[in-house]
């Protein structure tokens, strides 16, 4: 992209995705790595690549489809590398307050941690699944999408 116009209009996309995905990124992010520093940092890597990448994103699918595919990639890009096998690090994962009661919040919380923690004991491929649907939300057709686009690219 040379046009300043057109350069600005990126700018601008993905700042605003960072505003409305990137908490939803870092967590994804975590349940692969398991460490908290490391979630943010490949949180960073996944805006820069999709500012990077930003021609290639069609539009054919949701934004953040298109993002948990980046950070599912750049999660198993660290998982293969050196540095991640001379590592062995779990942190807890603090969680945003929300306007529950603390009563239901406290129930919540108590219930994404066992899933979390049982999700954590799971191979990475069904981890991901796990992850995706229950603690992130998506539907099921966003997540055939992503698994879709990881097994063409193989």
């Not at 601008?12 to 870092?26: D, F, K, N």
């Not at 229950?134 to 992503?146: A, D, H, P, Q, T």
């Amino acid at each position: 992209m040379q046009d300043w116009q057109t350069e600005a209009e990126k700018k601008r996309q993905i700042s605003e995705w960072v505003s409305l995905h990137g908490a939803a990124v870092i967590r994804t992010a975590f349940y692969y790595v398991k460490d908290q520093m490391v979630a943010e940092d490949i949180a960073q890597e996944v805006f820069l690549r999709a500012y990077q990448k930003f021609d290639a994103y069609r539009g054919e699918s949701a934004a953040a489809t298109w993002l948990y595919r980046i950070t599912v990639n750049a999660c198993k890009d660290y998982l293969r590398s050196w540095s991640y096998r001379k590592l062995v690090l779990m942190q807890p994962f603090a969680e945003n307050v929300s306007e529950r009661s603390a009563e239901q919040e406290a129930m919540n919380r108590m219930n994404r941690n066992e899933l979390l923690c049982n999700a954590m004991r799971l191979p990475l491929k069904y981890r991901e699944v796990i992850v995706l649907h229950y603690l992130e939300g998506l539907k099921r057709n966003s997540i055939c999408i992503i698994r879709w686009i990881f097994r063409t690219r193989r």
